[in-house]
């Protein structure tokens, strides 16, 4: 089946331009992860949504970071007035429900941002 | 502060040789922990898991340790093939209502050599 898909796969932007990027989960997966990684560096954590309750956005960095999710599908993350150190790749994951499959979650394959 | 470490940030072994990549972690919270494996271009894919009342998780070629005492844990690739090149990432989870949380190492890029 299909897995997790991100777009752009690139993007490169002026700094303080907004930008949007988009995740399309694994269907019938209700919890979805944004993660930043940065040259370098492992993956960190940004906000995590399940279902319908409150998202965690205890990793967003800053409040020129907001993430939104339309039921159980489709994510954005808004990255307003960005700055170069916003440069990353920025990966999305799903799971499905259930303790042991929490934690296995499936990555889409990045959408690297350049801010010149 | 890093609560999970990779500190060897390459390794290379040749083909059918056992391949052992190193973890530790600073956290006495967490209690599961997994290692994925990336690609380039692509993003980190699921490989195996173990819970912190385990010592031991097999499966296949892959078998993940981990020493509670020591907070450590390692992967051993046997036998070591070229297609595991890749980079390899540890994570870990904490108990609690935030255990989707992972919390990631920098990675260890192994090189397999036919």
């Known amino acids: 089946g299909a897995g997790v898909s991100q777009s752009p796969s690139n993007k490169v932007t002026e700094k303080g331009k907004d930008v949007e990027l988009r995740c399309d989960p694994i269907?019938?997966?209700?919890?979805l992860y944004w993660y930043r990684q940065r040259l370098g560096q492992g993956l960190e954590f940004l906000i995590y949504?399940?279902?319908?309750?409150?998202?965690?956005k205890s990793g967003l960095p800053s409040d020129r970071f907001s993430a939104e999710r339309t039921g159980e599908s489709v994510s954005t993350l808004t990255i307003q007035r960005t700055q170069q150190e916003d440069s990353a790749v920025y990966l999305c994951?799903?799971?499905?429900?259930?303790?042991?499959?929490?934690?296995?979650?499936?990555f889409g394959p990045g959408t690297r941002l350049t801010v010149t | 502060d890093q609560q999970v470490k990779q500190n060897s940030p390459s390794l290379s072994v040749q083909e059918g040789r056992i391949s052992i990549l190193n973890c530790d972690y600073t956290?006495?919270?967490?209690?599961?922990f997994l290692w994925y494996k990336k690609y380039p271009a692509e993003g980190p894919t699921f490989l195996i898991s173990?819970?912190?009342?385990?010592d031991k998780n097999e499966d296949g070629r892959f078998t993940v340790f981990l020493n509670k005492s020591a907070k450590h844990l390692s992967l051993h690739i046997v036998p070591s093939q070229p297609g595991d090149s890749a980079v390899y990432f540890c994570?870990?989870?904490?108990?609690?209502?935030?255990?989707?949380?992972?919390?990631f190492g920098k990675g260890t890029l192994l090189t397999v050599n036919p």
């Open positions: 949504f399940q279902g319908n309750s409150a998202p965690d």
């Open positions: 994951a799903s799971s499905s429900p259930g303790r042991g499959s929490l934690f296995e979650q499936y």
């Open positions: 269907s019938g997966h209700t919890a």
């Open positions: 994570a870990a989870s904490g108990s609690g209502g935030s255990n989707y949380k992972l919390t």
């Open positions: 173990i819970s912190s009342i385990k």
């Open positions: 956290n006495s919270m967490f209690d599961y």
